[in-house]
């Protein structure tokens, strides 16, 4: 089963929030500290509570800054991080969303992401926060994650750079793409630049609820006093595919990420390489398809398939290990039948067997390649004849 979070944000999203949300769900806020230790930062304190908003009750995460922190530039920060121990899925997607990050202030300031003073964002509250956020996911095993649309409140307030129109700039322009609605409330700011680019990062989809066991829910407490409960819900559980009126599982919607790139000039040699890296850093599946490029040159169009979380170590590991100068980044849904694995006897010995129900209750077994190649080479026997007993086996 796949493990899944969807974060319902009805009064807005920040860092602490999240945080909130996972300690509340279930995340040990010790293991949170103990792991964040492994930061080579200083001069803060973590602390949890719990607390009332309006009728609920909710966990609250505040990070106090202790001694005074220097504003760091995008270098620094790598720095940090990189020196940082970490898990490597936890490191690389700190590295990405603060280059994210890095790349929206250095547009609104009209300057280059090398020479972006970070402020408030490359404080050490900010670096817990999405480092703090992302361990928390991957400690609790999460692998899908989704969240509802977001509310956008109007008004103005008050930055270290003047007074600023609500949606804030930083926020309004990480929010590209995801669905916004009408805010509970007016001239607070619901939705962090924290918030809103851990989300975005983590998030395959913005909308309803996926199908899914609901487990356990977690409420993170906001900062803010307002007219309504200051919350974010934290739903966790298992994927659970639809059920057709037949009594059988319907295909299970799951969303992925399509990476593809052109390329004319790369040493055809190189391809299993390259293959062989992505598989080893998660891809689903990666497969080459000719194309006739401009100039009527021949190229190869190299797909990757790969789960959300994974997307932005593989656009890095391409442009790594191949001539490509630009990745292609879309959306997918993949919808798969539900399956399941079983062991049948035949006269050359086990073999394990998938598989998988469709929609209208009947089977498709397909036997293990290898499970048979071996068998087969055990025998002396055409690997068809060991097949095909597998197959007979699981008709009987």
């Known amino acids: 089963m796949t493990q899944i979070a969807y974060f319902d944000c009805p009064s807005g999203v920040s860092g602490d929030m999240i945080l909130g949300a996972l300690i509340d ?16 930062i200083s001069g803060y304190e973590l602390r949890w509570e719990r607390v009332r908003k309006g009728p609920l009750a909710a966990t609250q995460v505040t990070v106090t800054v202790t001694q005074r922190q220097p504003e760091r530039h995008l270098a620094e920060i ?84 003047g007074p600023l129109p609500l949606p804030a700039p930083a926020t309004l322009a990480l929010l590209q793409g995801v669905p916004l609605v009408p805010a509970p409330v007016e001239g607070v700011e619901l939705v962090t630049p924290t918030g809103a680019v851990l989300l975005t990062h983590v998030a395959a989809a913005f909308g309803p609820p996926p199908p899914m066991t609901l487990q356990r829910v977690g409420y993170g407490a906001g900062q803010k006093r307002l007219i309504v409960p200051n919350v974010l819900r934290l739903w966790l559980g298992e994927t659970s595919p639809a059920v057709h009126g037949t009594g059988s599982p319907a295909p299970l919607r799951e969303p ?43 190229g190869v169009l190299l797909s990757v398939l790969t789960r959300p979380e994974q997307a932005d170590s593989l656009i890095g590991l ?43 209750g009947s089977r498709r077994a397909k036997p293990e390649y290898e499970a048979c190649r071996r068998l087969a080479e055990a025998a002396k026997v055409p690997l068809q004849r060991v097949i095909a007993e597998a197959q007979k086996a699981v008709e009987l």
């Open 25 to 40: 769900a279930g995340l040990e806020g010790e293991r949170l500290r103990e792991a964040l230790a492994g930061l080579p």
């Open 78 to 161: 790598e720095a940090v991080l990189e020196a940082a121990d970490l898990p490597d899925p936890v490191r690389a997607g700190a590295l990405a969303i603060f280059r994210r990050l890095a790349r929206v202030e250095a547009g609104l300031h009209g300057t280059d992401p090398e020479e972006v003073h970070f402020h408030e964002l490359g404080g050490v509250d900010t670096m817990v926060d999405v480092v703090g956020a992302l361990w928390g996911l991957h400690h609790l095993g999460i692998t899908m994650v989704y969240a509802s649309p977001l509310p956008a409140a109007r008004g103005w307030i008050t930055s270290q750079h």
């Open 256 to 298: 992925l990420v399509l990476l593809e790139t052109n390329i004319d000039d790369m040493d055809p040699q190189l391809y299993e390489h390259v293959a062989d890296r992505l598989f080893a850093a998660g891809a689903l599946d990666v497969y080459l398809t000719p194309v006739q490029m401009k100039k009527h040159r021949p």
């Open 318 to 360: 391409l442009f790594a290990e191949t001539t490509t100068l630009g990745v292609r980044r879309l959306l997918v849904d993949r919808y798969a039948l539900a399956r399941t694995f079983e062991t049948v006897e035949t006269p050359y010995g086990p073999v394990k067997v998938k598989v998988a129900t469709l929609p209208d």
